[in-house]
């Protein structure tokens, strides 16, 4: 019977011959890790503006910056003033990412209105408001959204084309009246209402918010008649010390109270 060798002696030679094969090739390069994929940036924190019972966050999606607004005013006066860097809203010099959004962030929604001022409402009831930016325009997303974005003139201002102005602003307002005293005028009881400056300069958001304010603290206001009033004088006079608004006037429409220099008569 043949003698075979024992399995030890067979294993060892085959690792010499594999070693010998393995000799008379060049090492393979090594195998390259992957690359570390970058962290993902986290967004810059929004700018928060509040002003009474209203708050608001801006931000600039897409940029990695924090949104380009400045924010000055007195809370406790119940305005703020939203600066922005009109070069920034320049969609045609690309000058950002995206246009910088304003959120309703308290209870309510937005309602934008046809003179480029925007009213914010709770419960159906206005509670505050933005004018009209001059140079910009906001643009309604949603009923909590805005979009700021450039424009050659507002809505309020068509003749001010502000392609070289350095800033674009819109003031928040929360207050609208002052004071509001009756006394007689005239024919009969008159209501001498001293609108807030803010409410005096935002157009239909400022009237929205001086007659949300009256009729929940003067019932008898609430009528056409004195809502015609009302808007008259923010039109043709809202810069008179007080806007004298009487009840027993006659409902003839807002052109003939204009007509009348808000003074409407049988």
Same mark, same amino acid.
């Given at each position: 019977?043949?003698?075979?060798?024992?399995?030890?002696?067979?294993?060892?030679?085959?690792?010499?011959?594999?070693?010998?094969?393995?000799?008379?090739? $060049?090492?393979?390069?090594?195998?390259?890790?992957?690359?570390?994929?970058?962290?993902?940036?986290?967004?810059?924190?929004?700018?928060?503006? !509040?002003?009474?019972?209203? @708050?608001?966050?801006? @931000?600039?999606?897409?940029?990695?910056?924090?949104?380009?607004? @400045?924010?000055?005013?007195?809370?406790?006066?119940?305005? !703020?003033?939203?600066?922005?860097?009109?070069?920034?809203?320049? =969609?045609?010099?690309?000058?950002?990412?995206?246009?910088?959004?304003?959120?309703?962030?308290? &209870?309510?929604?937005? =309602? /934008?209105? &046809?003179?480029?001022?925007?009213?914010?409402?709770?419960?159906?009831?206005?509670?505050?408001?933005?004018?009209?930016?001059?140079?910009?325009?906001?643009?309604? +997303?949603?009923?909590?959204?805005?979009? +700021? !974005?450039?424009?050659?003139?507002?809505?309020?201002?068509?003749?001010?084309?502000?392609?070289?102005?350095?800033?674009?602003?819109?003031?928040?307002?929360?207050?609208? +009246?002052?004071?509001?005293?009756?006394?007689?005028?005239?024919?009969?009881?008159?209501?001498?209402?001293?609108?807030?400056?803010?409410?005096?300069?935002?157009?239909?958001?400022?009237?929205?918010? +001086?007659?949300?304010?009256?009729?929940? @603290?003067?019932?008898?206001?609430? $009528?056409?008649?004195?809502?015609?009033?009302?808007?008259?004088?923010?039109?043709?006079?809202? /810069?008179?010390?007080?806007?004298?608004?009487?009840?027993?006037?006659?409902?003839?429409?807002?052109?003939?109270?204009?007509?009348? !220099?808000?003074?409407?008569?049988?």
């Amino acid at each position: 019977m043949p003698r075979h060798p024992p399995p030890t002696t067979v294993a060892l030679a085959l690792l010499a011959a594999a070693a010998a094969v393995l000799g008379g090739c $060049s090492p393979s390069a090594p195998v390259p890790t992957g690359a570390t994929a970058s962290p993902t940036p986290t967004p810059p924190a929004p700018v928060v503006v !509040r002003a009474g019972e209203v @708050t608001l966050e801006v @931000t600039e999606p897409g940029s990695s910056g924090e949104p380009n607004v @400045t924010v000055d005013g007195d809370d406790e006066a119940g305005t !703020r003033v939203l600066t922005f860097d009109a070069a920034a809203l320049d =969609e045609a010099t690309g000058g950002q990412a995206g246009p910088v959004e304003i959120a309703l962030t308290s &209870p309510g929604t937005f =309602e /934008d209105l &046809p003179d480029g001022s925007v009213t914010v409402r709770d419960d159906d009831v206005a509670v505050g408001g933005l004018s009209a930016p001059r140079g910009a325009r906001l643009t309604a +997303v949603d009923d909590t959204h805005l979009e +700021v !974005r450039a424009s050659g003139a507002s809505a309020a201002s068509p003749d001010e084309t502000s392609p070289d102005e350095a800033e674009v602003t819109t003031t928040l307002g929360t207050r609208g +009246v002052e004071s509001a005293t009756w006394g007689d005028r005239e024919g009969g009881r008159s209501l001498a209402v001293d609108p807030t400056a803010w409410a005096r300069d935002a157009g239909q958001a400022g009237v929205a918010l +001086v007659w949300a304010e009256l009729v929940a @603290t003067e019932p008898e206001v609430d $009528s056409a008649t004195m809502h015609d009033q009302l808007e008259c004088h923010a039109i043709g006079a809202p /810069d008179k010390a007080t806007w004298n608004l009487e009840p027993w006037r006659p409902d003839v429409g807002l052109v003939a109270t204009m007509a009348a !220099r808000c003074n409407p008569a049988t």
